[in-house]
């Protein structure tokens, strides 16, 4: 099993998550995140005082697949999100060890 | 219809017979024509009393509506998250603690009969206040609505202050403060500028007749200068102004903007005391001059920064029905539009460049939108008041006089200074004793760690959002 973390741009949220459904992804944890890359972030001016924000709202989704959807999954990502401008995004790979569902103590990649 | 119009024809011809024996036979005596004639007066009267009394309930409720919710709002979203309810509950407490204090004394010592300087206690808990009319004040609507309408000026002036104190003053020492200073800065002012025999009062025999229609020397002078005093007493926030401190929301601070504007024509139009031509033309010259002013400081933001913000929106149109307070019942239109442009460029200038070279830590700029709003528009008033919308200076004759200095009364101008400077003066005395005081007695500032933590869960125990998933 493999967890996918994808970083993405909000705007591409449903594009991303429609992909992820075609290929067959069934579950997923969407989170509201903030933070900064190399891209630089923004001014905004309160009655005259500019305060500089740097981190950047963006998207973080949560998967944990079965290896044979991994490639396919993180395509789906790479063509959705893309816009090819900086600020984009990332996506990390990573081993999982077990899954449990809570509701009936299944194990292994049936939880999932 | 021909049976309709049969009945109609007997039906003249029955009202017809009528009239005519009554012009025949009925000769009235004069006692009745005189009594009918009291008695048609007295309906006249009512009707009039009525109508008016219809308005200034209605004025009454939009003023209150200024401080709760629409300055709460206003002011809740330009604090940090974490301050967020206690600066609405600085707004509301005052709806209640100023309310008693009222009824049980302060009313009688802002507009009962006194001397020059504050008002007596005749009307102390009310006593006096009733249904009758008080002839002086307001001749057409009884007195305890007038008496009512009052208390909702005397509510939302100490809570402008607040807007230099947010986020760092202790609740029991705000309450403390504004308590003592509604009774000693903000009742001998009102008595001054509009109570009987006041020192500046323009229509009730004033040594300095002051133009001031609707508080803008008494409201918004004492209430920003106050706000200057406080800021400069209490010091800067923690981590001001190294740390971010932006609004947390200006959706919050837009909706309270936009409920001040709606409420400002209580407050305006309502200081005529009638619902009549006066007040329309206040109500008109106060819309006139606030929306001057949003285009004024968007305008002059747009120019310096390259975008037009919304805050910079509001707080335009704020700092226009601030300036227009004074002059509202006295300017025609045209004038109140150049009163509103001049004081949302002026009060941009105050809040971006003159805050920041002097450094002081005014939050929510309460001095640079109501003190230095309420200065300028009380200068203007004395420039651009016309005795052709309110003739409310006359000569021994009773002939009117000239009002400001376009019309050709430039003495009128020093009046404006005098009733400017007695309000600057009473308000920097008056708040620098009661700060001290307040602070040697209770401490006004929070703890260090209360202030980091927040006022909300620190002075309240309560947040503002509440993340917790409930169900």
Known sequence: ?112 | MPIGRKLLIKLGAVLLILTISQLVCGQTSPADTNARLAKLEQQAADARSSADNAWMLTSAALVLMMTGPGLALFYGGLVRKKNVLDTMMQSFALMAVVTVLWGLFSYSLAFGAGNSFIGGLKNLFLHGVGAAPDADYAPTIPAQTYMVYQLMFAIITPALIAGAFAERMKFSAMLAFTVLWSIFVYDPMAHMVWGRGGLLNASLGGRFPTLDFAGGTVVHVTSGVSALVCALYLGKRVGYPKEPMPPHSVVLSFIGACLLWVGWFGFNAGSALAASSLATSAFVATHFAAAAAAVGWAGAEWIRNGKPSVLGGISGAVAGLVAITPAAGFVTPMPALIIGLIAGCFCYWMVARVKGMFGYDDSLDAFGVHGAGGTLGAILTGVFATSAVNPIFKDAQGNTTASGLLEGNAHQMLNQFVGVATAWVLAIVGTLVILKLVDVTIGVRVSEDAEVQGLDLSQHGEEGYYWEASA
């Not at chain 1, 994808?6 to 579950?27: C, F, Y």
């Not at chain 1, 789906?76 to 999100?81: N, S």
């Not at chain 1, 090819?84 to 899954?99: H, P, Q």
């Open chain 1, 1 to 112: 099993m493999t967890k996918v973390e994808a970083v993405i741009q909000n705007s591409k949220l449903d594009a991303v998550k429609t992909a992820l459904h075609e290929i067959g992804v069934e579950g997923m944890t969407v989170i509201e995140v903030r933070g900064h890359g190399r891209q630089k972030g923004h001014t905004e001016v309160y009655r005259g005082r500019e305060y500089s924000v740097d981190l950047i709202p963006k998207t973080k989704l949560e998967m944990v697949l079965p290896d044979t959807l991994v490639d396919k999954a993180v395509q789906a990502i790479l063509t959705a999100a893309r816009t090819g401008k900086i600020g984009d995004g990332k996506i990390f790979l990573s081993r999982v060890d077990e899954a449990i569902r809570i509701r009936n103590d299944e194990r292994g990649e049936g939880a999932l």
